[in-house]
């Protein structure tokens, strides 16, 4: 049960009232419920109530808004106060912030950090070095490291300084040069005898990431081996900064949405719903709706191709949106499966003939599974036993064309270094459906010549 | 770069020549590392392999392998060993374990497991009761907890000896009726004076979930509270055992898989691509396009419907693939924003009449710019000016409605108390085919009455 939904609309009116009994509701309430009443509020008492809280605690709630929410907000406050806040920040989490405000406001703060808390601005501009979405840009450069000669009392000691770090879940222990030599679990800390030297109780076997690699591949590296918090090192080898287990959750949960987006034929979106503007959604729905159709002019090229077929046996026409959608969908099934085949890593280039054989089996008896519904529906239809048999071979034909297509086509862009989610449904959609309708047709020319010869004179 | 892919080869050569190496290669290797090797030998080698070693050491691999692994070694492994090495694994791991294995050999190993470790058989028994995909499920009952009572020291003494339990972020305090107090992060309990008691040093406030809770909103949760341990209570409010971020990761990865082949309509596999079985796959994809197929009929009936104006104007049968298509791509990125924003909580029931607005002005103007390039396109494959305002016009009517019944439809079905994920697609499909012909061949009789009446005669 979600606090704010108990108490939302009081604390509402509690906030909206008097804006400094924030701080002591911050002593027993989760931030992120109060994060969730404030992004509730109109931007102006949002801005009211964080501005009468100390700055450490304004970014505890600040840090947890939305995007558009924050940029809201940061509009009322001004610069100055949002650099207030910013400077309490984990850098990870000031660096998002800053991405996620607009190119002025952005400036704006930077500018005024660079007086509110120098260290801060510093640790802005090494994570600015990354692109966007990397290793990088996601780390923290707030952890705990002690050097080789350290005991675990010292380690301990470390742990207790470090006030600004949120989560502490590993001591770093690093050489004189930055280079990682092992690391140590809090749990082995607790249980050490403190007079050790951390050398006897460290593990050595590193695991690590560079700084450019993309974030959906430190999310699957932390999620095969179970981390929690993941160093970033650099091409020297020195120890950068680490990225929390938390931030990869939300990688999972951004890179998914993005996916579905992407599935559903719309440009990933950097809002939410409700937050992208509407000619944000008119660009990224528009461009992929324009590919599609663009793509599907061809079927009016093939179909006047068989202008003479339509003319003389005019039922043809009927079975067209059907026989072509199926075809679309068998390959829309084989494609959403090997691109998450490719996704999770299973299916690799090399597979592909596996693969081909697979669709290859699955179209024709999927096909042929259709194809008897296909043929008894057309019988009741009335459309007699010859055009029901032309139907029952262009389902088997377009179902299995449709798996071949679907599959083949995500590694052939694979393989030409396109990404396949991203450029797969265009071409599957109208490969697929122009194929069809040349398979439908040369059954259809083939099996009622006669029919077609007769209408012609 | 994945250890298994430098020394891989080499590796397999010495654990097949070997079996006994590879006790020694775990205090080097990463397990994950180890069972990506294992998970490349053939059944046989890799039950020998783990066959070889110590059943603690055989289940840091073992938990790590595929369902499908798991299951062909515990075919050559043979039901006494297995239930040796599930013993050894963490209680969630060992009812994954179970549950993957098939159900002869799921339940030889439960019996066994009976008289090799009754402790992890009446483990086994308690997760048991939940049902699959629950918080229940997925929860391990090896924590790490202290009584109110308890000194800093005692707690780090319970720290010390959970050897079980395999990462120990957190050590709860409950009351003696199981009743959780509080919780200390480790962190707390490094830096505290080991003299003071742990009740001056807990957080009361514990964020948990009942046992019943779905996975998928597990995750959410841990997500939204950025947890690395979320505590199961149950109804009474007593302690049952606590889930793990790493578990949570698994999961969120789980349900996107899902989620791409559901968008995909494919019913979600079970195992990956190329370990699901033929006919599993044909099951799993067969239902869902059999479903669209006999949705799609419905368009066969509504252009018989229209059979007089057809056999008037054969022109306008080419365009029916384009249009009836286009709609469906407008209504199928409406399905996929709401879909997933339902997902993640943005878009609500009671939001329908924002969604609406909303997709009604994006439908008309994205319908309007298609409309553009397609009357266009109509004058210059000939077909005059006229065609092209039929065309134009049904362009606007039908993405206005497809973005409509796109976005509605997951909506109601949620409404109704469907997964709007696994149901919107057929629906979606067939209803704007159908929909889409009714206005294109509505517009034609309005505009082409003349040409339609002339050829009739």
Same mark, same amino acid.
């Given at each position: 049960?979600?606090?704010?939904?108990?108490?939302?609309?009081?604390?509402?009116?509690?906030?909206?009232?008097?804006?400094?009994?924030?701080?002591?509701?911050?002593?027993?309430?989760?931030?992120?419920?109060?994060?969730?009443?404030?992004?509730?509020?109109?931007?102006?008492?949002?801005?009211?109530?964080?501005?009468?809280?100390?700055?450490?605690?304004?970014?505890?709630?600040?840090?947890?808004?939305?995007?558009?929410?924050?940029?809201?907000?940061?509009?009322?406050?001004?610069?100055?106060?949002?650099?207030?806040?910013?400077?309490?920040?984990?850098?990870?989490?000031?660096?998002?912030?800053?991405?996620?405000?607009?190119?002025?406001?952005?400036?704006?703060?930077?500018?005024?950090?660079?007086?509110?808390?120098?260290?801060?601005?510093?640790?802005?501009?090494?994570?600015?070095?990354?692109?966007?979405?990397?290793?990088?840009?996601?780390?923290?450069?707030?952890?705990?490291?002690?050097?080789?000669?350290?005991?675990?009392?010292?380690?301990?000691?470390?742990?207790?300084?470090?006030?600004?770090?949120?989560?502490?879940?590993?001591?770093?222990?690093?050489?004189?040069?930055?280079?990682?030599?092992?690391?140590?679990?809090?749990?082995?800390?607790?249980?050490?005898?403190?007079?050790?030297?951390?050398?006897?109780?460290?593990?050595?076997?590193?695991?690590?990431?560079?700084?450019?690699?993309?974030?959906?591949?430190?999310?699957?590296?932390?999620?095969?081996?179970?981390?929690?918090?993941?160093?970033?090192?650099?091409?020297? =080898?020195?120890?950068? %900064?680490? !990225?929390?287990?938390? @931030?990869?959750?939300? /990688? $999972?949960?951004? +890179?998914?949405?993005?996916?579905?987006?992407?599935?559903?034929?719309?440009?990933?979106?950097?809002?939410?719903?409700?937050?992208?503007?509407?000619?944000?959604?008119?660009?990224?729905?528009?461009?992929?709706?324009?590919?599609?159709?663009?793509?599907?002019?061809?079927?009016?090229?093939?179909?006047?191709?068989?202008?003479?077929?339509?003319?003389?046996?005019?039922?043809?026409?009927?079975?067209?949106?059907?026989?072509?959608?199926?075809?679309?969908?068998?390959?829309?099934?084989?494609?959403?499966?090997?691109?998450? =085949?490719?996704?999770? %890593?299973? !299916?690799?280039?090399? @597979?592909?003939?596996? /693969? $081909?054989?697979? +669709?290859?089996?699955?179209?024709?008896?999927?096909?042929?599974?259709?194809?008897?519904?296909?043929?008894?529906?057309?019988?009741?239809?009335?459309?007699?036993?010859?055009?029901?048999?032309?139907?029952?071979?262009?389902?088997?034909?377009?179902?299995?064309?449709?798996?071949?297509?679907?599959?083949?086509?995500?590694?052939?862009?694979?393989?030409?270094?396109?990404?396949?989610?991203?450029?797969?449904?265009?071409?599957?959609?109208?490969?697929?459906?122009?194929?069809?309708?040349?398979?439908?047709?040369?059954?259809?020319?083939?099996?009622?010549?006669?029919?077609?010869?007769?209408?012609?004179?």
């Amino acid at each position: 049960m979600r606090v704010s939904h108990l108490i939302g609309p009081e604390l509402r009116v509690v906030l909206q009232e008097n804006p400094g009994s924030l701080a002591s509701l911050l002593e027993e309430l989760h931030p992120e419920d109060i994060a969730d009443v404030i992004a509730g509020l109109r931007a102006d008492d949002a801005a009211k109530v964080l501005a009468g809280i100390a700055p450490e605690d304004a970014a505890l709630i600040f840090e947890r808004l939305e995007d558009d929410t924050q940029g809201a907000i940061a509009e009322r406050m001004g610069p100055e106060s949002v650099a207030h806040i910013a400077a309490e920040m984990a850098p990870d989490d000031r660096i998002e912030l800053l991405d996620g405000l607009n190119e002025e406001m952005s400036t704006a703060v930077r500018e005024r950090l660079r007086n509110v808390d120098p260290e801060a601005a510093q640790e802005v501009a090494e994570l600015d070095r990354w692109p966007a979405h990397s290793a990088g840009r996601l780390m923290t450069t707030e952890y705990v490291a002690v050097g080789p000669s350290a005991s675990v009392q010292d380690a301990i000691l470390a742990v207790r300084e470090a006030v600004e770090a949120e989560t502490v879940h590993y001591v770093y222990v690093l050489a004189p040069n930055e280079q990682p030599l092992g690391v140590i679990s809090l749990r082995d800390l607790v249980v050490a005898d403190p007079a050790l030297p951390v050398s006897r109780i460290l593990r050595q076997n590193i695991i690590s990431v560079p700084p450019t690699m993309d974030q959906e591949d430190v999310a699957k590296y932390m999620a095969k081996y179970d981390l929690i918090a993941l160093p970033v090192v650099d091409a020297s =080898g020195a120890f950068l %900064g680490i !990225i929390t287990v938390d @931030d990869i959750i939300d /990688v $999972l949960t951004e +890179e998914q949405t993005e996916d579905v987006q992407r599935l559903g034929a719309v440009e990933p979106l950097e809002d939410t719903y409700f937050a992208t503007k509407f000619w944000v959604f008119i660009r990224k729905r528009g461009s992929w709706l324009l590919a599609l159709f663009l793509g599907e002019f061809f079927t009016g090229t093939a179909l006047r191709h068989f202008d003479g077929v339509l003319q003389a046996v005019t039922t043809l026409s009927f079975y067209v949106p059907l026989l072509v959608s199926t075809g679309g969908n068998s390959g829309g099934q084989s494609s959403s499966l090997v691109i998450r =085949g490719m996704a999770v %890593g299973e !299916i690799k280039l090399t @597979d592909w003939w596996r /693969v $081909l054989v697979r +669709e290859l089996g699955q179209g024709l008896v999927l096909g042929g599974f259709l194809a008897t519904i296909g043929f008894l529906r057309v019988m009741t239809w009335g459309d007699g036993p010859r055009f029901a048999a032309v139907v029952a071979l262009t389902l088997v034909g377009i179902v299995t064309m449709g798996c071949v297509v679907g599959s083949m086509l995500p590694l052939l862009l694979k393989r030409l270094r396109f990404d396949p989610a991203t450029s797969s449904a265009p071409f599957i959609a109208s490969l697929v459906d122009v194929m069809g309708i040349f398979i439908y047709f040369t059954f259809a020319k083939i099996i009622l010549a006669d029919v077609i010869a007769a209408a012609g004179k």
